[in-house]
Antibody, heavy 115, light 112 residues
Framework: EVQLVESGGGLVQPGGSLRLSCAASGFTFSDYDLHWVRQVSGKGLEWVSFIGTAGDTEYLASVKGRFTIFRENAENSLFLQMNSLRAEDTAMYYC??????????WGQGTLVTVS | QSVLTQPPSVSGAPGQRITISCTGSSSNFGANYDAHWYQQLPGAAPKLLIYNNNKRPSNVPDRFSASKSGTSASLTITGLRPEDEADYYCQSYGSGLSAYWVFGGGTKLTVL
């Protein structure tokens, strides 16, 4: 069974940093693209970042230069290093597995509050 | 404002058929990028409903179907059930200027 378990969320002051982690199991981690998607409470989904199997990355314009996505295939783990956090980064952050150009599995999310 | 435009809400009675539209542009659907659809039940993570415009994962009932034409995509649910009440999102590639991937703003389905 595919599982994605996020951790690392919490309360942080504006300008602070957090590192989100996503522990994956149930599939060959290195074979899949991965994403971070966030959702403000009561609002819609917003794509944040992508990392391909070759380590290529993409970012939402508003987080570029502040967030860094990386993966450790040997540990079956995905990370999102978030620096210079702003109030508008407050959201539930989901780790997700890419499937074709969509997503076929999502974690349960980790809540980030910047205040 | 989302690059992909969905109606904020739709509703239908049990057993009825509803359609949710997703309007894109020449930068996504019109450039032959695929549409994907997700269902998010209250308090839960999203779930893949449709991928590659019209393909259903094996765990999704055939009451759910979708299509894409030109710069628009649509999701249809037939035989509406109370448990279908959820938020539905479309997704595709973005224009690349602000986002590599984009989601629609979401549509709240109410089963009357």
């Amino acid at each position: 069974e595919v599982q994605l378990v996020e951790s690392g969320g919490g309360l942080v002051q504006p300008g602070g940093s957090l590192r989100l982690s996503c522990a994956a199991s149930g599939f060959t981690f290195s074979d899949y693209d991965l994403h971070w998607v966030r959702q403000v409470s009561g609002k819609g989904l917003e794509w944040v970042s992508f990392i391909g199997t070759a380590g290529d990355t993409e970012y939402l314009a508003s987080v570029k230069g502040r967030f860094t996505i990386f993966r450790e295939n040997a540990e079956n783990s995905l990370f999102l290093q978030m620096n210079s956090l702003r109030a508008e980064d407050t959201a539930m952050y989901y780790c997700a597995r890419g499937y074709f150009s969509g997503i076929d599995h999502w974690g349960q999310g980790t809540l980030v509050t910047v205040s | 404002q989302s690059v992909l435009t969905q109606p904020p809400s739709v509703s239908g009675a049990p057993g009825q058929r509803i359609t949710i539209s997703c309007t894109g542009s020449s930068s996504n659907f019109g450039a032959n990028y695929d549409a994907h659809w997700y269902q998010q039940l209250p308090g839960a993570a999203p779930k893949l409903l449709i991928y590659n415009n019209n393909k259903r994962p094996s765990n999704v009932p055939d009451r759910f179907s979708a299509s894409k034409s030109g710069t628009s995509a649509s999701l249809t649910i037939t035989g509406l059930r109370p448990e279908d009440e959820a938020d539905y999102y479309c997704q595709s590639y973005g224009s690349g200027l602000s986002a590599y991937w984009v989601f629609g703003g979401g549509t709240k389905l109410t089963v009357l």
